[in-house]
T-cell receptor, first 112, second 113 residues
Framework: GENVEQHPSTLSVQEGDSAVIKCTYS??????FPWYKQELGKRPQLIID?????GEKKDQRIAVTLNKTAKHFSLHITETQPEDSAVYFC???????????FGAGTRLFVKA | DAGITQSPRHKVTETGTPVTLRCHQT?????MYWYRQDPGHGLRLIHY???????DKGEVSDGYSVSRSKTEDFLLTLESATSSQTSVYFC????????????FGNGTRLTVT
């Protein structure tokens, strides 16, 4: 089955700097890659997603890139703000379309 | 919120007792999921459902069973709770198949003593 690895597990940046979180997946047929943000004590919420027919997608300060050949996708946050501090999860949906498998998460700290 | 209610929100139970967690949705979505969240492991899929009475195992299904007798309800049962099942349990729903996002409930914190 699908396996998703996520790095780093913890990331600390200064306010205004950029943050990059990287994920790899194992099943080359996976075709949907969402990213979720989870604030302390809250539920995970979708922040951006990308489908396998697209190489890059951007939404304001957040962008995601996908390299299908390398089975690698990344989240980029620019001009980080203290409210970006949270745990971020990458995920991949298996080719059958039923199961979404998550990475272990990255705890992002943005220091003011 | 996406119309998902989990109950109870918190529960403390003893080892060996049965526990049932409930997920109720008002969105009429076909797909429903149970995940557990533990430090260092992210969100791991326990079971999922792709329709009434249609369920399948996820990554960590041992010790858990599920039932879906109505579109709106997806139950997760721990037949005999163990301390290793202490976790936060999230229910999620999805409207379409595959390339559509999950929407999560607020979670149930379960402690097995």
């Amino acid at each position: 089955g699908e396996n998703v690895e996520q790095h780093p597990s913890t990331l600390s940046v200064q306010e205004g700097d950029s943050a990059v979180i990287k994920c790899t997946y194992s099943d080359s047929a996976s075709n949907y890659f969402p990213w979720y943000k989870q604030e302390l004590g809250k539920r995970p919420q979708l922040i951006i997603d990308i489908r396998s027919n697209v190489g890059e997608k951007k939404d304001q300060r957040i962008a995601v890139t996908l390299n299908k050949t390398a089975k690698h996708f990344s989240l980029h946050i620019t001009e980080t703000q203290p409210e970006d501090s949270a745990v971020y999860f990458c995920a991949a949906t298996d080719p059958g379309g039923f199961k979404t498998i998550f990475g272990a998460g990255t705890r992002l700290f943005v220091k003011a | 919120d996406a119309g998902i209610t989990q109950s109870p929100r918190h529960k403390v139970t003893e080892t060996g007792t049965p526990v049932t967690l409930r997920c109720h949705q008002t969105e009429n979505h076909r797909y429903m999921y149970w995940y557990r969240q533990d430090p260092g492991h992210g969100l791991r899929l326990i079971h999922y459902s792709y329709g009434v009475k249609d369920t399948d195992k996820g990554e960590v299904s041992d010790g858990y069973s599920v039932s879906r007798s109505k579109t709106e309800d997806f139950l997760l049962t721990l037949e005999s709770a163990t301390s290793s099942q202490t976790s936060v349990y999230f229910c999620a729903i999805r409207n379409g198949q595959g390339d559509s996002p999950l929407h999560f409930g607020n979670g149930t914190r379960l402690t097995v003593t």
